[in-house]
Nanobody
Framework: QVQLVESGGGVVQPGGSLRLSCAASGRFLSINVMAWYRQTPGKKREVVARISSVGSSEYEDSVEGRFTISIDSAKNTVYLQMNSLTPEDTAVYYC??????????WGQGTQVTVSS
């Protein structure tokens, strides 16, 4: 069982920055992939960025160049640095992890609001 605890959400003005963190704890051998998803009311949850345990990363087109995902494998923690935020980035952001035995886990979500 894996618990994912997110932090770092909040309210920021357009053009501002936020850094999300997600720490994994519990009983597991290793984590293969960690990612950040986001969801707005009435819409499907979408992947924002994902990273493997060896640091290979991918981004959704709208955040490419603005967001950076990183991982501290020793701490089982993933980060999402979000810069140049726009109101369209407003959403609940969810942390995701897939363990080495291909089990998926989700965090509880953290609200990010971009508004002037």
């Amino acid at each position: 069982q894996v618990q994912l605890v997110e932090s770092g959400g909040g309210v920021v003005q357009p053009g501002g920055s936020l850094r999300l963190s997600c720490a994994a704890s519990g009983r597991f051998l290793s984590i293969n992939v960690m990612a950040w998803y986001r969801q707005t009311p009435g819409k499907k949850r979408e992947v924002v960025a994902r990273i493997s345990s060896v640091g290979s990363s991918e981004y959704e087109d709208s955040v490419e160049g603005r967001f950076t995902i990183s991982i501290d494998s020793a701490k089982n923690t993933v980060y999402l640095q979000m810069n140049s935020l726009t109101p369209e980035d407003t959403a609940v952001y969810y942390c995701y992890a897939m363990t080495s035995n291909f089990v998926n886990y989700w965090g509880q979500g953290t609200q990010v609001t971009v508004s002037s």
